[in-house]
């Protein structure tokens, strides 16, 4: 499901071959540059292919930045747990491949950055830079839940593509901090109506404040994403007119018990059986939505580096209800 060349330059990619389809095109049409950012990159078909994209366009500046997480999670598996040394979902050969693709991706003229460092005895690993996203030239940008694997792009997700050149010089900001190692302002107030946030994990609380407080307001809601908890889920419970849409199956299992808590007894859930829902979404009162990287959880309110946007549209929150109405009805 997928719509395309929307005549607001906003359109939704719900499944991610029609993702790519799209960003193949942009990339092969890109005069300038193109930086990619994600959280999970494995060297499988979907990322080989990513890269050879990149290798095809050698007169352009390209820079991927991966998360070190796809070091050490390959197919949803730890690789050096029991699991990953048995090589369960291929993680461990994968793994092995990650090194030599990137290194193809480097002798092309392609700048690789893994960022966020686990450390020693991997006591960093919640720190994460969970963000998604792409940007093309100086006006494409794309931004949601997307990673570059195959067993990400089996899940059904979202990635909202924008050809707004104020959007993109936000979300630029964005990735060169993270490209550069620099802080920069958590807020950024693209227009009257659109908001991007930086959330950079321990300092992300001022921003998240801002996010609950809209929804505190809300008359009504709509969430959808694969792990929600405190503290954007006890600002839902007291909104009357909520629901929250999950996976049925969640490839976290402690989410399901954090849900079954009395704080959340108010809360609408709605198990979708359209397989890992990976989107992250929040429509409030069909007039604005906040949409990116985050899962709004409190691993993400905590210790994660997230970029999400709040945008008053009753256009883009119609088409996007429509969205998580087929989540329900399949």
Not at 223 to 228: A, F, H, K, T
């Amino acid at each position: 499901m997928s719509e395309k060349k929307s005549s607001d330059s906003t359109d939704i990619f719900t499944q991610s071959s029609d993702f790519f389809d799209q960003l193949s095109d942009d990339i092969k049409q890109a005069r300038t540059s193109v930086c990619i950012q994600c959280m999970s990159f494995e060297a499988d078909e979907t990322g080989s292919k990513l890269i050879e994209l990149l290798i095809s366009k050698p007169t352009i500046k390209r820079t991927l930045l991966i998360d070190s997480y796809s070091k050490y999670v390959v197919n949803d598996t730890f690789v050096f747990g029991p699991s990953g040394l048995l090589n369960k979902n291929n993680a461990l050969h994968e793994k092995r491949a990650l090194a030599p693709l990137l290194d193809k991706a480097k002798k092309a003229g392609i700048e690789v950055k893994l960022t966020n460092p686990m450390g020693f005895m991997l006591f960093k690993y919640p720190v994460r830079n969970h963000k998604k996203v792409v940007l093309i030239d100086d006006h494409i940008s794309y931004l949601g839940g997307i990673n570059f694997t195959d067993h990400n792009f089996a899940w059904p997700d979202l990635m909202i593509r924008h050809t707004n050149p104020s959007i993109n010089k936000a979300l630029t900001k964005s990735f060169n901090a993270d490209l550069f190692e620099k802080e920069v302002d958590s807020t950024c107030h693209i227009d009257d109506l659109t908001s991007l946030f930086i959330l950079n994990g321990y300092k992300t609380k001022e921003s998240y404040n801002e996010l609950l407080a809209v929804i505190k307001k809300a008359q009504k809601i709509t969430i959808v994403s694969p792990y929600i908890s405190y503290p954007l889920l006890d600002a839902v419970a007291k909104v009357s007119n909520n629901r929250v849409i999950l996976p049925k199956y969640n490839n976290k299992g402690y989410i399901n018990f954090v849900h079954q808590l009395k704080r959340y007894h108010n809360v609408n859930y709605i198990y979708s059986d359209t397989g890992m829902v990976h989107m992250k979404l929040i429509i409030i009162d069909d007039s604005t939505v906040i949409y990116g990287s985050s899962n709004f959880d409190t691993i993400s309110y905590l210790f994660e580096k997230e970029v999400v946007i709040k945008h008053t549209n009753p256009h883009l929150a119609h088409r996007l209800n429509q969205v998580a109405e087929k989540l329900i009805t399949g």
